[in-house]
């Protein structure tokens, strides 16, 4: 199983570094020096960590044969993949690998049915869940406790508590109400 767990930026200074965005809670698991890295696109070899340390707040990697900054910013925007045994869980109970959420069964808390889980998007700031309708529509569903109360991964269920307005339409705005002449609206 193939798990992003990075996507490199822009070069930093001139000897190969990079800055990397990371996407993985584990980064002290899968960034680490030695690491073998798949890519997306893929590169003709895989990408192994030579160093890495933390520069005001961004994590910086150096790569294997990655020695000046040109090689590197040749790298921007990649994804970096590390393969993970399937049934391998994160540490932490209250996490999960996006591939152990997509299909789920979502339900509200009522036991109304929602959807399944097409995918699991990570835009800055919140995760969310994809959820495809039945109605062929989607869902964005923040990934929070708040919203997202249990995941279940034995009965292969996400029970959801929506706030109003999140799985319905608003009404269509129909403009200022307009005033009759007698002060009445």
Same mark, same amino acid.
């Given at each position: 199983m193939q798990l992003v767990v990075a996507r490199i930026g822009r070069?930093?200074?001139?000897?190969?570094? !990079?800055? !990397?965005?990371?996407?993985?809670?584990?980064?002290?698991?899968?960034?680490v020096p030695g690491a073998v890295l798949a890519?997306?696109?893929?590169?003709?070899?895989?990408?192994?960590?030579?160093?890495?340390?933390?520069?005001?707040?961004?994590?910086l990697l150096r790569f294997e044969g990655v020695g000046d900054r040109g090689a590197a910013e040749a790298l921007r925007n990649t994804l970096l993949i590390a393969e993970i045994d399937p049934d391998?869980?994160?540490?932490?109970?209250?996490?999960?690998?996006?591939?152990?959420? !997509?299909d789920l069964e979502v339900v509200t808390r009522e036991g109304a049915p929602v959807g399944r889980v097409g995918e699991v998007a990570h835009p800055p700031g919140q995760d969310l869940?994809?959820?495809?309708?039945?109605?062929?529509?989607?869902?964005? %569903?923040?990934f929070v406790t708040e919203i997202v109360p249990e995941v279940d991964l034995t009965?292969?269920?996400?029970? %959801?508590?929506?706030?109003p307005g999140l799985l319905s339409e608003p009404p269509p705005d129909t403009g200022p109400e307009e005033e009759t002449g007698d002060g009445a609206r």
């Open positions: 070069a930093h200074g001139i000897k190969g570094e !990079v800055t !990397v965005e990371v996407r993985t809670d584990e980064p002290e698991l899968r960034l890519t997306d696109p893929p590169l003709p070899v895989p990408l192994t960590i030579e160093h890495g340390r933390v520069h005001s707040g961004r994590l391998e869980q994160p540490e932490d109970p209250e996490e999960f690998y996006d591939h152990q959420l !997509v869940l994809v959820v495809r309708l039945p109605d062929g529509g989607e869902a964005l %569903i923040p009965a292969q269920r996400i029970v %959801i508590d929506p706030p």
